[in-house]
C-alpha cells in the first residue's frame, strides 16, 4: 500500500513539476506588477481606499497573468475557444482576487489593522498565496484544460496518476518510453 501511495504521489509530482516551475515564474513577476502597482496606489492617488487600490492592482497583473500562462505555462493546454478561456480565467482570477481582497478588508476592518504594512502584507502576501493556490489548480484543470493529452510530451499525464492493482500485479508507467508494464510485486 505504501508503495502504491508513492507511485501515486511520484505520478502527481511529475504531472505537474513542469506547470508548476512555469507558473511560478509568471507568478513571480505578476507578484511584483501587483505589488508594485498596489504600493504606489497606497501611497499615492488611492491612499484612503485600500481594497479598491487592491482590486486595480489585481486587475493588471491578472491581465499580464493571462498572456503569460496562456502563451508560455500551459501553451499545450490552451482552448481553441479563446473567448470561453479568457471568460473562464476571469472569473477564476475574479475569486482569486476576492481572496487576497477579502484578507484585506478582514485586516482592515475586523482585526482594525489600517497601517500601510499590515495591508500590504494580508493583500499582497496572505492574500497572494491564498489566491495563487486556488489559482493554479483552477487554471490547470478548469481554464487551460481543455486539449489535455494531445501534446506528445504530456501525452501519458494521466496513466501516472491512475496506477490500478490488479491482485498481485502493479502497473508503473516507465519514464524512457511512457509505457505501461505490468510488473509481479
Not at 507558473?23 to 492617488?45: E, K, N, T
Not at 503569460?68 to 479568457?86: D, I, K
Amino acid at each position: 500500500m505504501f508503495e502504491r501511495i508513492t507511485q501515486k504521489l511520484t505520478g502527481l509530482i511529475s504531472m505537474l513539476w513542469r506547470e508548476v516551475a512555469k507558473f511560478g515564474v509568471v507568478g513571480g513577476i505578476a507578484f511584483i506588477i501587483d505589488s508594485g502597482i498596489y504600493v504606489w496606489l497606497l501611497h499615492g492617488p488611492m491612499s484612503d481606499s485600500q481594497v479598491k487600490a487592491k482590486i486595480i492592482a489585481g486587475i493588471v497583473a491578472t491581465l499580464f497573468s493571462w498572456v503569460a500562462n496562456r502563451y508560455w505555462t500551459f501553451r499545450h493546454r490552451r482552448q481553441a475557444n479563446v473567448a470561453r478561456e479568457l471568460v473562464m480565467f476571469l472569473i477564476m482570477n475574479a475569486i482569486g482576487l476576492g481572496i487576497a481582497a477579502a484578507c484585506v478588508w478582514f485586516t482592515k476592518y475586523v482585526l482594525n489593522m489600517t497601517d500601510p504594512t499590515s495591508v500590504f502584507i494580508a493583500g499582497s502576501v496572505v492574500g497572494l498565496v491564498l489566491g495563487t493556490i486556488f489559482r493554479f489548480f483552477a487554471y490547470r484543470f478548469w481554464v487551460f484544460g481543455a486539449e489535455m493529452d494531445q501534446d506528445a510530451e504530456f501525452a501519458h499525464d494521466h496513466e501516472l496518476l491512475t496506477l490500478r492493482e490488479n491482485g498481485a500485479d502493479t502497473q508503473s508507467v516507465t519514464p524512457d518510453t511512457g509505457t505501461i508494464p505490468t510488473a509481479k510485486s
